[in-house]
């Protein structure tokens, strides 16, 4: 299903190489230079989210339950089983209120891609550009975290550091499956159903609890949301117990970045180019 995609969809879009990349930078740089000083309170405001999580479920509850043991039989305590999970959802948050909310009233309201269409920018370089901007807002919330993480020792500057490459590639995939989910959806009622669905993501992908504490059926299915296997990763690396079962991780998150980028990339030309 994703070579198809990647096939059908994606590739075709990408093969006028020439300049793709300046144009897609092109449209980052609208939004860098869109910014105002009340963009950056409410983009800083989004790192609060996780470190109220962190300090209220993971150190307060972190007191009564003291230690986890993992799958692998690792005993950690609560607080850094809990955090590298917050470093994911942070990751995740940060890219997806940017390429839903915004994007959506970007294209349905603001109109403003109709502008840009009438430059030689083309849905994919819009899409690879708006893509590139929800990532600095992701981020921002995961240096932010790390920073924190690795101030109260719960996790080393060593193991954060590709923590935070990871938590890189969780803002990617989450930014692309919001622009996907935003082509698709009607009108503002919808993001409703949007953030409920992200935050039963935050309470059932292992962030809390490991996801062997729910049935076998459950589990299986925890265990193939996006989000599941980017805390899965992102807690193996700064916890040091990184093995084969991380590229699996990785090659499922990649998988659904392509998957996601080149239905945002069809629709956004079926939407725009009539």
């Known amino acids: 299903m994703v070579s198809l995609l990647l096939s059908r969809l994606l590739l075709p879009r990408l093969r006028p190489a020439d300049g793709t990349l300046r144009r897609a930078g092109s449209v980052t740089e609208r939004n860098v230079a869109a910014l105002r000083s ?48 917050m470093l994911a959802a942070a990751a995740m948050a940060g890219a997806l209120n940017e390429t839903t909310f915004n994007f959506f009233g970007k294209m349905k309201f603001m109109r403003l891609y109709d502008g840009i269409l009438a430059t030689p920018v083309r849905p994919i370089e819009i ?107 992102t807690r193996a690396l700064t916890l040091g117990s990184a093995g084969w079962l991380q590229l699996l991780d990785v090659l499922y998150l990649l998988a659904v970045l392509a998957a996601s980028l080149a239905v945002a990339a069809h629709r956004m030309e079926k939407l725009l180019c009539k």
């Open 127 to 233: 899409a690879l550009g708006e893509l590139a901007w929800a990532m600095v807002r992701g981020t921002v919330y995961a240096v932010a975290f790390v920073a924190v993480m690795v101030a109260m020792d719960l996790t080393t500057v060593s193991r954060a550091a590709p923590a935070l490459a990871a938590s890189v590639l969780v803002g990617f995939t989450f930014g692309a499956l919001g622009m996907a989910i935003s082509t698709l959806i009607r009108s503002w009622q919808d993001f409703d159903l949007i953030a409920s669905a992200q935050f039963a993501l935050l309470l059932f992908s292992g962030t809390f609890v490991p996801a062997t504490a729910y049935p076998t059926w459950f589990r299986w299915l925890i265990e193939a949301t996006p989000l599941y296997r980017a805390v899965d990763l």
């Open 38 to 85: 009340m963009y950056w309170f409410v983009l800083l405001s989004g790192c609060l989210e996780p470190l109220l999580y962190l300090f209220s479920i993971g150190v307060g509850v972190g007191a009564l339950i003291n230690t986890v043991t993992l799958p692998g039989g690792q005993v950690v305590g609560y607080a850094e089983f809990v955090a590298p999970a």
